[in-house]
């Protein structure tokens, strides 16, 4: 079995996890640390202190490329071991490597309680961690996972990292149809809502919050210390409205589906904002949770709406949202995608509700490259043919990851087919003409005419005129004909309108 190697900021947790999972998976535990000081007879502290940092990277290195020789191994490597991108190098031959991470305010937390690290032994440790963190984010980017101990439960650690690294771990997983395990949905799930642009809160039924992305805590200026295990309402609500508030949620908690409502927030006790959230229950086998994503509400409209059912749109826009930051590149294609794809529909003559099916999907297609290793994804040069292979599985990796949403299943075959070629040389299936789904033959249209007038790390946009030139060629071969022609009537006609609504979002240069 690879190794699998813990790593990630000092005070993320590295040496208890990795501890823990040496005896779960019955495997060797390292420290690289614990080898440093063996090697030089002296502890850390006394190597910062006597010798400097530049002869413990030194030994740091040499410790590493010992260590990698070997598999079988957990290896808890000290927060500055993969700054070296040659030790990354290495321990990723025969190793997975997985990054901890924490909300700074937890790491801080931490490391006071055990000030053994020569790096924090300043006058301003916070500040110094700060600045760690700002300069160490890159590399530790280039980790396989990440997992966030900031709850500090280690037992979910654990789980998460066997689940991702662990024997039959997301990371031996061949992408595929039917490869779908609980380990990627989480992963893509924890990643997604992370970064989404919405607000996300997952409460108990008490309304004692259990999670807050990083969004939250920006928007709402405070620590996950701050809110965490603490009501929401007592937070983020300000007093003279309580009780409306109160009222509201007891109807949330109460029902089974989605719902909508809006209300004042506080925000350090002095601005006062209108949010709108939409809540979903959440269930697991004990417990039940209830997940708010919200958004400010930027009519500022001063006035409380009551629950209502959420809608598919509403649920759409919230998953959309969280595939923003992680790939803004993604989005603006997507949301241009959607305008062009609707149009085209609507032109010819979609019943209105099969229009609105598709622009779920069209919003949605994409998704799947959020599991695609960004390194590939944004290369800029040309991609070798194994690197192709790899952006090849994302229409499959969507569809794994919203398979779970019983209300999208008809966005799937869309998402699944709409890198088929009419000709029956495209991927995954290599479907022909109209054994591709009609959805699917509109959405390649209108992906490919995005993908020629928008500007590319690499080349510029196409005008229109040549972009109108490279469309006729790929009929029947790329594309279907008979869709080719009504799109290019319409473009040559300029009736492609900016067709995407999105709750302020929609990036307006993307229309
Ligand atoms: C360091 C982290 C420490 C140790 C050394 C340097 C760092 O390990 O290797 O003090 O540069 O982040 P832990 O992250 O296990 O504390």
């Known amino acids: 079995m690879k190794n699998i190697v813990l790593t990630g900021f000092m005070g993320t947790g590295k040496t208890v996890v990795s501890k823990a999972l040496a005896k779960d998976l019955n495997m060797t535990y390292v420290s690289t640390d614990d080898l440093v000081e063996v090697a030089s007879g002296r502890s850390i502290k006394d190597i910062f202190a006597e010798k400097g940092e530049a002869y413990f990277r030194e030994k740091e290195k040499k410790v590493i490329q010992d260590v990698c020789e070997h598999i079988d191994q957990i290896i808890d490597a000290g927060g500055g071991a993969v700054l070296d991108p040659e030790n990354m190098k290495c321990l990723k031959k025969n190793g997975i490597v997985v990054c901890l991470w924490a909300d700074p305010e937890v ?18 440790p916070k500040r110094k961690v700060q600045e760690l963190l700002e300069e160490r984010k890159a590399s530790y980017e280039h980790a396989d996972f990440h997992v966030d101990t900031t709850m500090g439960d ?19 997983l061949e992408t595929g149809r039917g490869a779908f395990t609980l380990g990627l949905w989480e992963l893509l799930l924890n990643n997604l809502l992370q970064n989404s642009e919405s607000s996300v809160m997952i409460t108990d039924k008490n309304g004692k919050v259990v999670f807050a992305n990083k969004r939250y805590l920006e928007y709402f200026h405070m620590s996950s210390e701050k809110i965490m295990n603490k009501n929401w309402i007592d937070v983020i609500v300000p007093d003279w409205a ?12 109460g029902a089974n589906n989605a719902c909508q409502f809006e209300i004042p927030v506080s925000i350090q006790n002095t601005k006062k904002r209108y949010f709108c959230w939409v809540s979903s229950p959440l269930q697991d086998k004990e417990h039940a949770y209830v997940m708010f994503a919200g958004q400010p509400d930027r009519e500022m409209r001063n006035r409380f709406v009551d629950v209502h059912p959420a809608t598919t749109e509403d649920m759409v826009d919230i998953i959309f949202a969280s595939s923003i ?20 529909a609507r032109e010819t003559k979609m019943k209105e509700k099969d229009v609105e ?37 994302h229409p499959g990796w969507g569809v794994e990851m919203l398979k779970p949403v019983s209300f999208l299943d008809y966005v799937l075959p869309v998402m699944m087919s709409h890198h088929e070629n009419f000709d029956g040389t495209g991927y995954p299936d290599g479907l022909k003409g109209d054994e591709i789904p009609y959805e699917a033959r509109i959405l390649a249209v209108a992906d490919i ?63």
């Open 154 to 172: 280690i037992t979910i650690v654990v789980d998460k990292v066997i689940k991702m690294a662990g024997p039959g771990g997301l990371a031996n």
């Open 242 to 253: 309580r009780e409306k508030v109160e009222a509201m949620l007891g109807e949330v908690k």
């Open 325 to 344: 930051k992680n790939e803004p590149g993604t989005a603006r294609h997507s949301l241009r995608v959607t305008s062009f794809a609707v149009a085209l």
């Open 449 to 511: 005419y995005e993908a020629l007038t928008a500007d590319r790390p690499y080349r510029r946009a196409f005008s229109k005129e040549e972009s109108i030139v490279i469309m006729e060629e790929s009929k029947g071969k790329k594309l279907d004909p008979m869709l080719v022609d009504i799109f290019l009537d319409m473009v040559k006609r300029g009736r492609l309108g900016g067709d995407v609504k999105w709750n302020g979002y929609a990036d307006k240069d993307a229309m």
């Open 357 to 393: 099916n598709l622009r779920f999907a069209a919003l949605l297609h994409d998704i799947g490259k959020l599991a695609i290793d960004e390194e590939i994804l944004f290369k800029k040069g040309k991609l070798s043919e194994q690197e192709f292979d790899e952006i090849k599985k």
């Open 107 to 124: 790491i801080l937390e931490r490391t006071r309680k055990n000030n053994h690290r020569p790096l924090l032994s300043v006058d301003d």
